[in-house]
């Protein structure tokens, strides 16, 4: 029997349902049955999840309001009995509780400005503030799992390339900036970058890390039992390797 993964309760989610993956259906919806009906859920992560949206899997949800188009939000995975968490929304909420409550050892001492901050051409997830000065912060899902990593991307992606390199010229002039990527998988002991699936974010991740951009990466779960998102490692390995 696997031992329990200990962690930090972040916060809960309400009315949660078991589920079974029939379908996806685009990249936002998937088929599900529940309680024995079929219902059709919105998912919020927009990568390919190839590994995770596999027909009769178990999974949680909980119901939307009636005005939305899907009548479920699709937000986790079943995963070696505890839960990986897709939802970037719920990723994003699980981060905040954890700064919030000082759980995160490289965020001490900053505090929080604002959502959506505007870094050249790109907006990022948050500013905070240190000692007077600016700290930038952008999360990235890291869902994928090799062994005992958890990766990203699971596809090519531009936007996040953009990103790094914003960032790479916020520290060149000075500035503070984190790249935090949430391993939202349970039992996992490091993150380490896709390389087959973007290989120029690859090296752009490696180039950042050696130009100043702080890589970070935090370790959250779905534990069925009580319905709440944990929080196991607030500063896990980050492992990018060279050409």
Same mark, same amino acid.
């Given at each position: 029997?696997?031992?329990?993964?200990?962690?930090?309760?972040?916060?809960?989610?309400?009315?949660?349902?078991?589920?079974?993956?029939? +379908?996806?259906?685009?990249?936002?919806?998937?088929?599900?049955?529940?309680?024995?009906?079929?219902?059709?859920?919105?998912?919020t992560n927009?990568?390919?999840?190839?590994?995770?949206?596999v027909r009769?899997?178990?999974?949680? *949800?909980? +119901?939307?309001?009636?005005?939305?188009?899907?009548?479920?939000?699709?937000?986790?995975?079943? +995963?070696?009995?505890?839960?990986?968490?897709?939802?970037?929304?719920?990723?994003?909420?699980?981060?905040?509780?954890?700064?919030?409550?000082?759980?995160? @050892?490289?965020?001490?001492?900053?505090?929080?400005?604002?959502?959506?901050?505007?870094?050249?051409?790109?907006?990022?997830?948050?500013?905070?503030?240190?000692?007077?000065?600016? $700290?930038? $912060?952008?999360?990235?899902?890291?869902?994928?799992? +090799?062994?005992?990593?958890?990766?990203?991307?699971? *596809? @090519?992606?531009?936007?996040?390339?953009?990103? $790094?390199?914003?960032?790479?010229?916020?520290?060149?002039?000075?500035?503070?900036?984190?790249?935090?990527?949430?391993?939202?998988?349970?039992?996992?002991?490091?993150?380490? @970058?896709?390389?087959?699936?973007?290989?120029?974010?690859?090296?752009?991740l490696k180039?950042?890390?050696?130009?100043?951009?702080?890589?970070?990466?935090?370790?959250?779960?779905?534990?069925?039992?009580?319905?709440?998102?944990?929080?196991?490692?607030?500063?896990?390995?980050? $492992?990018?390797?060279?050409?």
């Amino acid at each position: 029997m696997r031992e329990k993964l200990p962690g930090f309760p972040l916060l809960s989610v309400a009315n949660v349902l078991s589920c079974r993956i029939l +379908e996806r259906v685009n990249r936002f919806v998937v088929n599900i049955e529940v309680k024995g009906k079929k219902g059709r859920a919105h998912i919020t992560n927009s990568g390919r999840l190839h590994e995770f949206l596999v027909r009769n899997r178990k999974g949680y *949800c909980f +119901e939307t309001p009636k005005t939305e188009k899907t009548a479920f939000r699709f937000f986790a995975i079943e +995963e070696k009995g505890l839960g990986a968490v897709i939802d970037t929304w719920l990723q994003m909420k699980g981060f905040e509780a954890a700064q919030r409550r000082g759980l995160i @050892p490289w965020l001490k001492g900053a505090d929080f400005i604002r959502r959506n901050p505007r870094m050249g051409s790109s907006l990022l997830d948050y500013l905070f503030e240190r000692e007077g000065n600016p $700290v930038y $912060v952008e999360l990235k899902s890291a869902v994928l799992r +090799e062994g005992t990593f958890a990766m990203y991307p699971d *596809c @090519p992606t531009l936007r996040g390339q953009r990103h $790094v390199e914003e960032m790479m010229r916020w520290v060149k002039r000075g500035g503070k900036a984190f790249l935090v990527f949430v391993a939202a998988l349970p039992y996992v002991a490091g993150f380490r @970058p896709n390389r087959k699936a973007d290989p120029r974010l690859h090296r752009l991740l490696k180039k950042g890390e050696n130009e100043g951009v702080e890589m970070k990466a935090v370790g959250i779960y779905f534990q069925p039992a009580d319905s709440s998102l944990y929080l196991y490692d607030p500063d896990m390995d980050v $492992v990018i390797p060279g050409p």
